[in-house]
């Protein structure tokens, strides 16, 4: 196990900034990801740690050892990639223990290494096959097997499940959650897709545009973003952000007035209103149809069922709201067809405001 350290890093690709100023502490045994769509420096900030490019400014350290001028075999690094970088001529045993037998290490503990990677890793049955005799989920199994057995103090992901369909990415996220229980090692996981991110990570950092967003428990991000981009980012699917006026002590959305206590709104706010962005989750919604009358909620009246979406036990319902599209994720109780209306209640304490300009959380 080992604690990685981000400090003031900069990167630049010729006259082109893509790292500012990344500031980031890794503790021991810990699973980070690093999420944000393509071209926000993700990847390259996993680059640096793994040695594969040079730092422009900053250090970075691996327990308190800057690691800058390291070269990559020299780091215990174990990286699994996003095509798998697989030998085609060798066969799965081979690719596994590659690294061993090049490190010299003995038949003995290669042996033990392999037996409990593959066991775990359920390719007991495929040691022999070459990997163009594998599906993609074996595939990156070997990857992470080769991973595995290397001992080593970090694990770096680069989007190792991009090129997995639906099915095997679901079960390799298990694959890779069982493993870091097991080993404990310190993780780093690069991915653009926020389900990842929520499900696999103890801390998720947001990338934009070579600047770190922000950086939290996936729940804290789910439920405390500091800015639209990181509210829009997590959760699938994304936050309503709708415009509306606030006002002291409420807000006004499609000329209907919800309360908001004012003291949640880090900001002084004029007696003429002001123009700000709304934001509410479609998971927080519920049916007025199904509430009990002791709940204190606020609600939205005569929104527009524009298109319902069956996903089994939830239903998706694209909504309008006056000239404003919105979204909410109801269970099948609801009964509300399209071309309907229906009234949407939810705790205001679980809605944002955001500054329109700045696109910062007022009510943090």
């Given at each position: 196990m080992a604690s990685v350290r981000f400090k003031n890093v900069n990167k630049w690709f010729g006259k082109i900034k893509v790292l500012h100023d990344i500031n980031l502490e890794i503790k021991e045994s810990e699973f980070v990801v690093l999420v944000g769509p393509s071209g926000c420096g993700k990847s390259t900030t996993l680059r640096l740690l793994a040695g594969l490019d040079d730092i422009t400014e900053g250090d970075i350290y691996i327990n308190d050892k800057i690691v800058n001028s390291l070269e990559p075999q020299h780091r215990n690094i174990a990286m699994v990639f996003q095509n798998y970088a697989l030998y085609p001529h060798k066969n799965v045993q081979e690719n596994i223990v590659f690294g061993l037998k090049r490190a010299k290490a003995s038949k003995e503990l290669i042996k033990n290494r392999l037996d409990k990677a593959s066991t775990m890793l359920q390719l007991q049955d495929l040691l022999d096959r070459k990997p163009a005799q594998l599906s993609g989920g074996q595939r990156q199994r070997v990857a992470m097997g080769r991973a595995i057995v290397r001992d080593a103090d970090v694990f770096l992901y680069d989007e190792p499940l991009s090129n997995l369909d639906a099915k095997l990415r679901s079960q390799m996220r298990y694959e890779i959650r069982r493993i870091h229980r097991e080993y404990q090692t310190t993780s780093v996981y690069v991915t653009h897709d926020q389900v990842e991110a929520m499900t696999l990570g103890d801390r998720v950092v947001v990338m934009?545009?070579?600047?770190?967003?922000?950086?939290?428990?996936?729940?804290?991000?789910?439920?405390?973003?500091?800015?639209?981009?990181?509210?829009?980012?997590?959760?699938?699917?994304?936050?309503?952000?709708?415009?509306?006026?606030?006002?002291?002590?409420?807000?006004?959305?499609?000329?209907?007035?919800?309360?908001?206590?004012?003291?949640?709104?880090?900001?002084?706010?004029?007696?003429?209103?002001?123009?700000?962005?709304?934001?509410?989750?479609?998971?927080?919604?519920?049916?007025?149809?199904?509430?009990?009358?002791?709940?204190?909620?606020?609600?939205?009246?005569?929104?527009?069922?524009?298109?319902?979406?069956?996903?089994?036990?939830?239903?998706?319902?694209?909504?309008?709201?006056?000239?404003?599209?919105?979204?909410?994720?109801?269970?099948?109780?609801?009964?509300?067809?399209?071309?309907?209306?229906?009234?949407?209640?939810?705790?205001?304490?679980?809605?944002?405001?955001?500054?329109?300009?700045?696109?910062?959380?007022?009510?943090?």
């Open positions: 934009k545009n070579g600047f770190i967003e922000q950086e939290g428990s996936p729940m804290a991000l789910y439920l405390k973003p500091k800015n639209i981009f990181v509210a829009t980012f997590i959760g699938a699917p994304s936050m309503n952000i709708l415009d509306a006026t606030l006002y002291p002590g409420y807000i006004e959305l499609e000329n209907q007035r919800m309360p908001l206590d004012k003291d949640r709104v880090k900001k002084s706010i004029s007696s003429d209103g002001e123009k700000v962005k709304f934001g509410i989750r479609p998971d927080f919604f519920q049916d007025e149809q199904h509430i009990s009358g002791s709940e204190s909620l606020t609600t939205l009246r005569n929104v527009r069922v524009d298109i319902v979406e069956p996903l089994g036990y939830d239903r998706e319902l694209n909504l309008k709201l006056g000239d404003q599209i919105l979204k909410a994720r109801l269970d099948l109780r609801t009964e509300a067809q399209e071309g309907e209306t229906i009234n949407l209640c939810f705790d205001m304490n679980r809605a944002h405001v955001f500054d329109i300009e700045n696109e910062k959380n007022l009510t943090l």
